[in-house]
């Protein structure tokens, strides 16, 4: 049974950093494509960072240059490194493993204000 488990959201001013963790068991983050997404109210859920098992990454245009999606095998737990967070970032994000179908996690909400 697989199971993603993120946490590290709340709420921080802009220009700040977040750090969120994607804790996962039942797969291997090291063996799987794996991926962050986000979802705003009424808005489709849209990517915005995936590692590959190779170790490559793929990043939205509008984070390029300030997230940095990263893992650690041997905790099996994939990050997601925000910088300079702007109010556009607030969102619900997931974490998602790609493996024939998609499995997510419950999600974790993002809020950028001052």
């Known amino acids: 049974q697989v199971q993603l488990v993120e946490s590290g959201g709340g709420l921080v001013e802009p220009g700040g950093s977040l750090r969120l963790s994607c804790a996962a068991s039942?797969?291997?983050?090291?063996?799987?494509?794996m991926g962050w997404y986000r979802q705003v109210p009424g808005n489709q859920r849209e990517l915005v960072a995936r590692?590959?098992?190779?170790?490559?990454?793929l990043y939205a245009d509008a984070v390029k240059g300030r997230f940095t999606i990263s893992r650690d095998n041997a905790k099996n737990t994939v990050y997601l490194q925000m910088n300079s967070l702007r109010p556009e970032d607030t969102a619900v994000y997931y974490c998602?493993?790609?493996?024939?179908?998609?499995?997510w996690g419950q999600g974790t909400q993002v809020t950028v204000s001052s």
């Open positions: 039942g797969i291997l983050v090291g063996a799987n494509t």
């Open positions: 998602n493993c790609l493996r024939g179908i998609n499995y």
């Open positions: 590692i590959y098992s190779g170790g490559g990454t």
